[in-house]
């Protein structure tokens, strides 16, 4: 069992910057790749970014790319989200997940929900314009 808390969200205005926190615990944190997801009001559950047990190698899905980046401190079992040049159109909650991929490639970093084996509770980025 893994234990992922979410935390940094909060109300900005476009433009501004936020850092999203994702802290776990209960299991090998560098047998998961790790994985942001968004869901705003009324919409499905989307992708956002990954990163593969290595660190190597992050994607991103087109919308932020140049904007989102996505880290990772194994030491600290935390994986990170940092969003620059905020939109109105980015409020949405966010929440990490981990997918173990120990039997694949170190630098395996998957985009669909159903791969991931743990979610945090997520947290909430509204954006005003």
């Known amino acids: 069992q893994v234990q992922l808390v979410d935390s940094g969200g909060g109300l900005v205005q476009a433009g501004d910057s936020l850092r999203l926190s994702c802290a776990a615990s209960?299991?090998?944190?560098?047998?998961?790749?790790m994985g942001w997801f968004c869901q705003a009001p009324g919409k499905e559950r989307e992708f956002v970014a990954a990163i593969s047990r290595s660190g190597v190698g992050p994607r991103y899905t087109d919308a932020v790319k140049g904007r989102f980046t996505i880290s990772r401190d194994n030491a600290k079992n935390t994986v990170y989200l940092q969003i620059n040049s905020l939109k109105p159109e980015d409020t949405a909650v966010y929440s990490c997940?981990?997918?173990?991929?120990?039997?694949?490639?170190?630098?395996?970093?998957?985009?669909?929900?159903?791969?991931?084996?743990?979610w945090g509770q997520g947290t909430q980025v509204t954006v005003s314009s």
């Open positions: 209960g299991r090998t944190f560098s047998d998961y790749a």
């Open positions: 997940a981990a997918a173990r991929t120990v039997y694949r490639s170190s630098y395996y970093a998957p985009s669909t929900p159903d791969e991931y084996n743990y």
